[in-house]
């Protein structure tokens, strides 16, 4: 039991540490070691010619909206979506330019978006952590105060015991949960810049 509590004092200054310093003061409520970038740049992911008015007409092309979430779907492989690309592009020859470029403004605004809940969940879940790390604090505090009480009340040492132990492992599952989730923008982002260099390749 004494081993379980000092690993969870031990996570408290832990939370301290990683929840309440960001590396980045724009953002204090970032968790990753990955910069912060709030929108993919479109010249960063596309060198093809200018996209025009698909990027508020490709919803408008039957094909292109329901292939777009397929493509963008990260349960997708990727080279399924490039063959599925490069099939799609290859039945329209005589507009392929401009499926091209709906498709890729499709893409683009849909891994945006599913971008951008990435980042808004894991400043939400960051919050939730800086609210549990002041809850771990105050479970310690409390516990030590009843340790050192005389006659200590047991039961009531057990009881936050067990608590401070099942904060204490909330908080550890929900940092690792962070610490894959970081990595998730970075895929969204070489997803569409692979897609786009394949529309890219059709189109020329």
Not at 17 to 44: F, G, H, M, N
Not at 167 to 194: G, N, Q, W
Request: charged share 25%; aromatic share 6%; proline share 6%.
């Amino acid at each position: 039991m004494r081993r379980r509590i000092a690993i969870a004092a031990m996570l408290v200054v832990a939370a301290s540490t990683d929840v309440c310093v960001a590396a980045d003061p724009r953002y204090p409520d970032w968790p990753c070691v990955q910069a912060k970038v709030p929108e993919i740049s479109l010249a960063a992911v596309w060198a093809g010619p200018s996209l025009d008015d698909a990027t508020t007409t490709w919803k408008n092309d039957p094909k292109v909206s329901a292939l777009v979430p397929k493509l963008a779907a990260r349960r997708t492989p990727l080279e399924e979506a490039e063959k599925t690309i490069v099939e799609f592009l290859a039945t329209s020859p005589t507009d392929k330019a401009t499926k091209g470029k709906l498709l890729f403004a499709g893409l683009f605004d849909t891994l945006n978006a599913q971008r951008s809940q990435v980042l808004n969940g894991l400043e939400r879940v960051t919050r939730k952590q800086r609210e549990a790390a002041d809850k771990i604090r105050a479970t310690t505090a409390a516990l030590q105060a009843l340790q050192s009480a005389s006659p200590p009340e047991q039961p009531k040492i057990d009881e936050l015991s067990n608590q401070l132990v099942w904060e204490a492992r909330i908080f550890e599952d929900r940092r690792r949960v962070i610490t894959f989730v970081c990595e998730v923008p970075t895929t969204i982002d070489r997803r569409l810049f692979a897609l786009g260099r394949v529309i890219q390749q059709e189109m020329e």
